[in-house]
């Protein structure tokens, strides 16, 4: 009476099977949630989203997994980072386990069914068989629906989530997300790179097409964002989509060399750094696990924006909520014409993430 569809990587790596999980998703009212590597794989504004489940997840979407009485997964591990470390997916859930790969099924938690088969055949095999079957729960299954709506509401009406309106300075993460995602167009391709720009991005900034979330998986690699970019914008020579790399300023030190590469390829991309003058996530974990003594992660940044002029592309710097706006407007103008261009922005690095 209370399902929901987990999508994880392999809904894109198989035969990227969109088309076959929202027909099923739809034709049967079930919501569905994603992991890390399934992102783009549903869109993220549609009414039966679950949005993306694991740590520092928006509230609502562990909520949903960890009430739902049956769980279809579809190419999904339940890794530690989209479980929130094996604590949010009900125990007395009868899971339906759909992977390509037979070592994955009831790795980390029984299958009641366990599918071995690319998730396309398998999700189309199930809609075709679904066709035509009388549901006797549809009461309990509006009811799921309607917690469903109460829940997202909720999240909509926290004190965490409503920061995507603040106009406090310095700017709340929260808010830049819900900038970035305002400016740039349903099919811009963001690669994230690690940290708490990535937790920020993963929970504030919507996800609507396949292949506009590009992260380094299971990984956490710093400096991934930037070559990541450079590599899609390469591979899409004939395309007019925007390419935005999304880092910090810890991770912008480490692959910044590669803005030569960029110019010198002719792959302008546009980098949006969230300065937070730290190495956020090892600042906020030592805080918590050494009494608030801090070692080597406050760094004492140069101007990113003239570093981009140095390389010769163009660089804007942003400390005021009013100034996004405009700088992604111009960051995304000049990418078109060309030219690779780097937004250093500072934000309130003390902001929590989501619990």
Known sequence: FRPVIIAGGGVHYSSRAYKELRDLSETLSIPVATTFNGRGSFPEDHPLSAGRIGVHAASFSNRIVSEADVILAVGCRFAALSTNLWSNINPEAKIIHVDIDPEIIGRNYHAEVGIVGDAKKVLSEMLERSRGLTYLGRDKREEWLRFIERVKEEWRSS?????????????????????????????????????????????????????????????????????????????????????????????????????????????????????????????????????????????????????????????????????????????????????????????????????
């Not at 700088?327 to 000049?334: D, M, T, V």
Request: charged share 25%.
């Open 159 to 355: 004190e965490t989530y409503f920061k995507v309106f603040s106009d406090s300075e310095p700017i709340k993460p929260q808010r830049l997300c819900a900038e970035i995602r305002r400016v740039c167009g349903r099919e811009t391709i963001f690669a994230l790179d690690a940290g708490n720009n990535k937790m920020w991005s993963s929970t504030f900034l919507e996800i609507y097409e396949p292949h506009t979330w590009i992260q380094s998986g299971c990984f956490g690699p710093m400096g991934y964002a930037i070559p990541a970019a450079i590599a899609c914008r390469l591979a899409l020579r004939e395309s007019n989509r925007d390419v935005v790399a999304i880092c910090g300023d810890g991770g912008f030190y480490m692959s910044m060399h590669e803005i030569a590469t960029s110019i010198q390829e002719k792959a302008p991309i546009l980098v949006c750094i969230f300065n937070d003058g730290s190495l956020g996530t090892i600042k906020h974990r030592q805080r918590e696990l050494y009494g608030g003594r801090l070692i080597s992660v406050i760094l004492k940044n140069p101007s990113f924006a003239d570093i981009a002029e140095a390389f010769g592309c163009h660089g804007i710097s942003v400390e005021k909520v009013s100034h996004i706006k405009p700088a992604l407007e111009e960051g995304l103008r000049s990418i078109r014409n060309g030219e690779t261009t780097i937004i250093d922005i500072k934000i309130d690095g003390e902001e929590p993430l989501p619990s």
